[in-house]
């Protein structure tokens, strides 16, 4: 499984992999994040995620100013929505 961190990499990363002799999505999976319309329409889509970078950023921010000290334990979890194009793999 490659996770890319956009869509259009997904791209670039499974038209790489079939120039070296990989057949896609039989070899290997992808997935994208920040889905765009090429997901669905490449000649093999494949699966991506929307994720919310809004509130993510503010998190973040949040976690950056509220702190004095650093804390590693600091958690926050934003979820992310699954856009499934194509085949469905189950692991």
């Known amino acids: 499984m490659i996770a890319a961190m956009s869509d259009a990499m ?3 990363a499974i038209a790489r992999l079939r120039e ?3 057949e896609y999505p039989d070899d290997i999976e992808m997935t994208g994040v920040r889905p765009r319309t090429i997901a669905g329409r490449w000649p093999s889509p494949f699966s991506t995620a929307e994720v919310p ?3 993510f950023g503010e998190a973040a921010l949040s976690l950056a100013m509220d702190n004095d000290e ?5 958690r926050i979890s934003l979820r992310a929505t699954p856009i499934v194009h ?3 793999v189950a692991h």
Request: hydrophobic share 30%; glycine share 18%; no cysteine.
């Open 10 to 12: 997904a791209v670039g």
């Open 20 to 22: 070296l002799g990989n």
């Open 53 to 55: 970078l809004e509130p």
């Open 70 to 74: 650093p804390d590693s334990s600091a």
């Open 86 to 88: 194509g085949r469905q």
